[in-house]
């Protein structure tokens, strides 16, 4: 840290190379599901030979609503271990190293979850939350030691603190951001992109959730929710890449609901992956991967 009075000074993440933050200025576009699933589409990047893959981790800074426990069916797991030096161990599922806030409240009473548990803080304590689970978690592979290629941190929705404690505490080799069509999700994004230039994080780039839909019986894309032109005009007066306009298949929802991202599922399998929107967003998600990796290998 600088001395007094001086500039906060940014610095790594123990044990990982590289920080993607997912962000998205409104809740409710999809976010913290395109987080968990961009997250397994870089971990099986087709570039790396399979014994090569990256090792990739989600880091949920949601405090007051944590997501990654459900989407990744860990809501009843116990607190996690720590280490001999006393630092946090990552939750593993579906090979996937994840840590959050959700994994360190008590249970509410009655039940095995601490998903019904309220978080009710105010600032001073939301940041030395957010600086645990930043500074004091170790990523390492308990068997071989690896350092995580790519640590995935799904961000609350907003401008708020903790964005900001993120952007001036961490080195953040870029940054996701998340949104639907409709103008009120735009209105938010020109906030989100605005406030990490602040802090000087690159952006990678847009990616559009829900930006159509397909019905299984045709190949005609139905914009349910507005034309993407507007996101795509944003991403132009911003000067910054569109990664990806994601179909809405009902798939993905299911899939968050049971803690299986809609990544693993096979073309070939249920829920709709092996129909035109199913693999259409598979493959639009795998695209959005091989250029967020592109962008952090530079």
């Not at 999809?30 to 990739?56: D, I």
């Not at 070939?268 to 990796?293: C, I, L, S």
Request: a negative charge; glycine letters at 12%.
């Amino acid at each position: 840290m600088a001395s007094s009075g001086g500039p906060i000074q940014k610095r790594p993440l123990p044990h990982v190379k590289k920080v993607l933050a997912v962000a998205s200025g409104k809740g409710g576009v999809g976010k913290s599901t395109v987080a968990v699933n961009l997250a397994f589409s870089l971990a099986m990047h087709s570039e790396h030979a399979p014994r090569q893959r990256p090792r990739v981790g989600v880091l949920d800074l949601d405090i007051f609503g944590p997501s990654i426990p459900k989407l990744m069916a860990l809501e009843n797991v116990e607190e996690p271990n720590l280490t001999e030096a006393g630092a946090i161990v990552p939750v593993v599922n579906h090979g996937l190293p994840c840590m959050s806030m959700g994994f360190l409240l008590p249970k509410a009473p009655g039940t095995d979850s601490s998903a019904d548990t309220p978080v009710v803080w105010r600032g001073l304590m939301v940041q030395k939350a957010v600086q645990q689970l930043l500074f004091d978690v170790d990523w390492r592979d308990p068997e071989g030691g690896a350092e995580l290629d790519v640590l995935v941190i799904d961000m609350p929705p907003g401008t708020g603190d903790v964005p900001l404690t993120l952007g001036q505490l961490v080195n953040v080799d870029g940054a996701v951001i998340v949104s639907t069509p409709q103008d009120v999700a735009l209105t938010d994004v020109w906030k989100g992109v605005s406030m990490f230039q602040k802090v000087s994080v690159p952006i990678v780039g847009l990616l559009l959730n829900e930006s159509h839909f397909i019905c299984p019986s045709c190949t005609t894309p139905h914009e349910l929710f507005g034309s993407p032109s507007a996101f795509r005009a944003t991403a132009a007066r911003f000067g910054v890449d569109v990664l990806g306009e994601l179909p809405l298949v009902p798939g993905v929802s299911r899939g968050g609901d049971r803690g299986v991202p809609y990544a693993l599922y096979s073309t070939n399998g249920a829920d709709g992956a092996a129909d035109p929107g199913g693999k259409e967003w598979k493959e639009t998600m795998a695209g959005v991967a091989g250029k967020v990796w592109q962008f952090l290998s530079r």
